[in-house]
C-alpha cells in the first residue's frame, strides 16, 4: 500500500516539478530584479552586496536548522515549542567539546546534545501524553538552567570560561570559496552593471568564504525534503502527524515513528545551536541563541511545514537581521520593496477576479509607498521589527495556502482509534 | 470543532511562550506576569541545590581588623562572579575590601533570566547585612522598594540612581572614558574610519557613543564614525549574541572601518573574533576596543592581538572605596560620579599597542579633569 502511493506520486514528479522548478526560478529572478530597482532608486549599496548576502547565509543557517528540527516533529504529530532549549544544549555541548577536542567534534557532541533533549521531550508527549506545549516549556526552562549549572562545575577561572560563558573553541571549521565561481562573480559584482552585479554579488556572497558547515546545513534541505515525500519512512512519518489512526491500523509503529521525529528535531536544533557557535560565535555565551529556536518555529509555519519553505522564510529572517547589522538605511529601501511587491500582488489577484484581497494588497501597497516616500528612514524599533512585520504580512497573504498536519499537537494513544 | 480550536490555542500558547522565554532573555525590566516568576522559582532551585559553594559564600576573617562586624551583602547581576567583565570587577573590589579590613561578606548571583533580583536583596536585606551592593542598572527598582523596607540599612546600587535617604547611587561618567577610547581609535585609524557596536539601543550604552564620537572628533575631525545596534529595547539580547556582534563588527571592517569599539557586553568577543578574522583573510590589520574590563585579559590568549585597548570602568574601585567609607565612617554623598578625574574610568595599556598615542591620550584626560572639555552623554 505505502509502496504503491509512493510509486504514484514518483512517477507523477517530472512534470509538476518542472513547473515548480520554473516558478522557483522566475521568482528568484524576479526578486533580483526588484532588489536592484530598488537600490539603484534609493541610496543603498547594500541591499544585493555580497557581504551582505553571505552574513545572511551565516545568520539564516541556524534559524533554518532549527525550523527543519521543527518540521520533522511536527510532521509526527508532536508540536516542538522546546526547540530553543534543545538549540541552547546544542550551544554549550557544541562549546565545550569544540573546547576540549575540536569544531567537528562539537558538532557531534552539539546534536547529540539536542537529541538528548529531544529524547526527553519524546518519553514526556509521546509515552506519557504530557501536553506538548507544557513539555516544550519545561524542556526550554530545563535547558537554560542545566547548561547553567554544567558550566558553573566545569569551567574553572584558569580555563578561561565561567559561569556564563565558555573559553574559545579550538579552531574554526575551515571555509572555502567555491573555484571559478567565486572569483568570476566577485569580478563582476565589482563591475557595477545594473541587475548583472546585483545577481553576481548574491552568487558571489553565496558561494565565497563558505564554512563546510554551512554546506552541510544547507544539504539538509533537499535531504529532508527526499526522506520525508520520496521514502516510505518519510510517509510513514507524516502519516503519525496526519492521522495516526489510520497508520496504526496499516501497521506503522506510530509511537516509534514519533520517537524518531522528535529525536530528529532535537538533533536539528542542537545542530543549529553547534553552527552557532563552532561557525559564528567561536564561544558559548549563556542566552546566545536569543529566540532563533522560536524563529525556526516561525519559518517553518511561513514554510508551510515543507523544508524549502522553511529555508525561504529563515532567509527571509536572517536578511533582514543582515541588513539591519550593515546598513540601517538599507531597510528603509525595503520599504519600497514592499510596496512594489503589494502592488503586484494586487494586480495579480485582480486579474484572477479576486478582488478582495486585491483591494487589501492595493491599500498597503499604497501605504508602503506613502511611508517610503514621506519618510527618510525607518525608526530603528521598527528596523528592528522588519522580519516579524514581513512574516505577518506574507501570513496574512498566503494564509489560505498553509495547512499544517492533521493531527499536529493532539494526543495519541496506542489503540485508542474510534 | 474542538480540536481545531485545541490548535488553534496550541499556537496562541506558543506566542506566549516566545514572550516569556524574549523576556527572560532580556531579563532587564521584566517582573509582571506570574509565569516568568515561576520560571525564576524553578531555576533558583537549579542553582541552589546543585552548586552552593559557587553561589553562596560566607567568610570572616580573623578579629582585629577595622572591618570587624560590618557584614557586606553582594547582589550580582546575571552571570556572576567569572563573567569576566561587571560582575568580576566588582568581585575584585570586594576581594580587596575583605582582605584590607576583615569584613564578612555574603554573595548572591541573580537566575539566567534575573528575576529573583529584588529577592535576594531581600534576603542579604533580613540577615543583618549592612550595606548591601546591587551590581547593575537592573536593579534599580528592586533596591528602591527593598531600601524603603528596611531604612536601617544602607543600599549602594551601582549604574543607576535611586534616590532614597538610604540609597548610595555609584554612577560611572562612560562618556569621558569613552572619550578617550575615541580618541584611540581616530588617532590609530588608517582609513578614516571607525565603528561602534552598541548592545541594545539604550540611554546608558548611547552614552558610551556619545562619548566615543566627541572623542574621536575632538582629535580628527573629519572622522567619519559607524554606528551600529544590535537589538532594541525590550529586546536584551544584544548583549550576550556574540554571533550577531561579530557580524556586524565584519560589517563594518567590509565598509572601510580599521577600529571598532563595542560596549555590547558578552557580545564584544564576536568583534575580536571578527577583527581576528578580517584580518587574517588577507584584509588588512583591523582593531578591537574592548570595554568595562582589561578586554585583553579576558579574551582567548589568540584575540589578545586584536584588542587595542579597553574602556576600562572601574566598579571595583566604587565598590572598595564604598565600603571603605563605610568601614572608616566616613559619610558619602547619596550619588557619587566616578569620572576620569576620581580614576573611575579610563583606558587600558595592556599589549602595549597604543603606547606611541598615550601622550595624546594623557593631554585629552588631563583637559577632561581640568573641566577645559566636557564631554557630552547623550547623542545630539
Known amino acids: ?418 | 470543532m474542538r480540536t481545531r480550536f485545541m490548535r488553534k490555542g496550541v499556537y496562541v500558547a506558543l506566542m506566549l511562550a516566545f514572550a516569556l522565554v524574549a523576556a527572560a532573555c532580556g531579563g532587564g525590566t521584566n517582573e509582571t506576569t506570574t509565569s516568568t516568576a515561576a520560571t525564576g522559582g524553578t531555576e533558583t532551585t537549579t542553582t541552589t541545590t546543585a552548586a552552593p559553594g559557587a553561589s553562596t559564600t560566607t567568610t570572616t576573617e580573623p578579629a582585629g581588623m577595622p572591618g570587624e562586624g560590618v557584614k557586606v551583602g553582594m547582589a550580582y547581576d546575571i552571570g556572576g562572579r567569572g563573567d569576566k567583565s561587571f560582575n568580576d570587577s566588582a568581585a575584585a573590589g570586594l576581594d580587596r575590601a575583605k582582605e584590607e579590613f576583615g569584613i564578612e561578606v555574603q554573595e548572591l548571583e541573580p537566575t539566567a533570566g534575573g528575576e529573583n533580583r529584588e529577592e535576594n536583596l531581600r534576603l542579604l536585606a533580613e540577615g543583618g547585612f549592612d550595606p548591601i551592593f546591587a551590581i547593575g542598572f537592573a536593579f534599580a527598582e528592586g533596591v528602591d522598594r527593598v531600601a524603603q523596607d528596611f531604612p536601617d540599612t544602607t543600599f549602594a546600587i551601582v549604574d543607576s540612581v535611586v534616590e532614597q535617604p538610604n540609597v548610595l547611587s555609584l554612577v560611572f561618567a562612560e562618556h569621558e572614558g569613552s572619550a578617550l577610547v575615541g580618541a584611540a581609535a581616530a588617532l590609530k585609524s588608517q582609513t578614516g574610519t571607525i565603528g561602534f557596536i552598541g548592545g541594545v539601543n539604550i540611554g546608558l550604552i548611547n552614552k558610551f557613543e556619545a562619548g566615543y564620537r566627541f572623542g574621536a572628533e575632538y582629535v580628527k575631525p573629519d572622522i567619519e564614525i559607524l554606528s551600529t545596534y544590535l537589538t532594541e529595547p525590550p529586546d536584551f539580547s544584544g548583549f550576550n549574541d556574540p554571533a550577531k556582534g561579530k557580524e556586524a563588527a565584519l560589517a563594518m571592517f567590509e565598509q572601510g572601518a580599521d577600529v571598532v569599539y563595542h560596549a555590547a557586553g558578552g557580545s564584544g568577543t564576536g568583534l575580536f573574533q571578527a577583527a581576528k578574522e578580517f584580518t587574517e583573510q588577507g584584509g588588512s590589520k583591523v582593531w578591537g576596543i574592548g570595554v568595562d574590563s582589561d578586554q585583553y585579559n579576558t579574551v582567548d590568549p589568540e584575540l589578545r592581538d586584536y584588542v587595542m585597548t579597553s574602556m576600562l570602568k572601574r566598579v571595583d574601585v566604587a565598590v572598595y572605596t564604598t565600603i571603605k567609607n563605610f568601614v572608616e565612617e566616613v559619610p558619602q554623598d547619596p550619588i557619587t560620579v566616578f569620572d576620569v578625574k576620581a580614576d573611575g574610568v579610563g583606558y587600558s595599556t595592556s599589549g602595549g599597542f597604543v603606547d606611541d598615542i598615550v601622550p595624546q591620550l594623557e593631554e585629552l584626560k588631563q583637559k577632561i579633569i581640568d573641566g577645559m572639555v566636557t564631554v557630552p552623554d547623550t547623542l545630539e
Open chain 1, 1 to 418: 500500500m505505502t509502496d504503491m502511493r509512493t510509486e504514484i506520486e514518483t512517477s507523477s514528479a517530472p512534470a509538476w516539478a518542472a513547473n515548480r522548478w520554473m516558478r522557483l526560478a522566475a521568482l528568484i529572478i524576479g526578486g533580483v530584479l526588484l532588489l536592484a530597482v530598488v537600490q539603484s532608486v534609493s541610496d543603498t549599496s547594500e541591499l544585493t552586496t555580497s557581504g551582505t548576502w553571505a552574513a545572511a547565509l551565516r545568520l539564516s543557517v541556524p534559524i533554518m536548522l532549527a525550523g527543519l528540527g521543527g518540521m520533522f516533529s511536527e510532521r509526527s504529530g508532536i508540536v516542538n515549542i522546546g526547540l530553543e532549549g534543545m538549540m541552547i544544549a546544542g550551544t554549550w555541548f557544541g562549546a565545550w567539546a569544540g573546547w576540549s577536542y575540536g569544531p567537528w567534534q562539537g558538532v557531534l557532541l552539539g546534536v547529540a546534545g539536542g537529541a538528548v533533549f529531544g529524547l526527553i521531550h519524546a518519553i514526556a508527549t509521546v509515552t506519557f501524553a504530557v501536553d506538548h506545549i507544557v513539555s516544550g516549556v519545561a524542556i526550554n526552562i530545563l535547558a537554560a538552567g542545566s547548561m547553567r549549572f554544567l558550566s558553573v562545575v566545569t569551567y574553572t577561572p584558569e580555563s578561561g570560561g565561567g559561569a556564563t560563558q565558555s573559553p574559545g573553541i579550538k579552531s574554526q571549521i575551515a571555509t572555502f570559496d567555491v573555484p571559478v565561481i567565486s572569483d568570476f562573480f566577485n569580478w563582476l559584482e565589482a563591475k557595477r552593471i545594473f541587475f548583472v552585479s546585483d545577481a553576481s554579488g548574491i552568487i558571489a556572497g553565496l558561494t565565497s568564504n563558505l564554512s563546510w558547515l554551512t554546506v552541510i546545513g544547507l544539504a539538509i534541505v533537499p535531504l529532508s525534503w527526499w526522506v520525508l515525500w520520496r521514502t516510505a519512512w518519510g510517509l510513514r512519518l507524516r502519516s503519525c502527524g496526519e492521522n495516526p489512526y489510520a497508520a496504526e491500523s496499516l501497521g506503522v509503529p506510530v509511537l516509534r515513528m514519533k520517537y524518531y521525529g522528535v529525536v530528529i528535531s532535537g538533533a536539528l536544533a542542537g545542530l543549529g545551536g553547534a553552527y552557532l557557535v563552532v561557525v559564528q560565535a567561536g564561544i558559548y555565551r549563556e542566552g546566545m541563541t536569543a529566540g532563533r529556536g522560536f524563529l525556526g518555529l516561525a519559518a517553518m509555519i511561513f514554510g508551510n511545514w515543507n523544508p524549502v519553505g522553511t529555508m525561504v522564510g529563515s532567509t527571509l529572517f536572517g536578511y533582514a537581521d543582515a541588513l539591519r547589522l550593515r546598513q540601517n538605511e538599507a531597510v528603509h529601501a525595503l520599504l519600497l520593496a514592499v510596496a512594489i511587491v503589494l502592488v503586484l500582488l494586487a494586480v495579480w489577484s485582480a486579474i484572477r477576479r479576486r478582488y478582495t484581497p486585491a483591494i487589501f494588497e492595493g491599500i498597503f501597497g499604497v501605504l508602503f509607498f506613502t511611508w517610503y516616500i514621506t519618510t527618510d528612514s525607518v525608526p530603528s524599533q521598527v528596523v528592528a521589527a522588519t522580519p516579524y512585520l514581513v512574516t505577518l504580512l506574507v501570513l496574512a497573504i498566503a494564509t489560505q495556502r498553509l495547512r499544517m498536519p492533521a493531527a499536529d499537537g493532539l494526543r495519541y494513544r496506542k489503540g485508542e482509534a474510534v
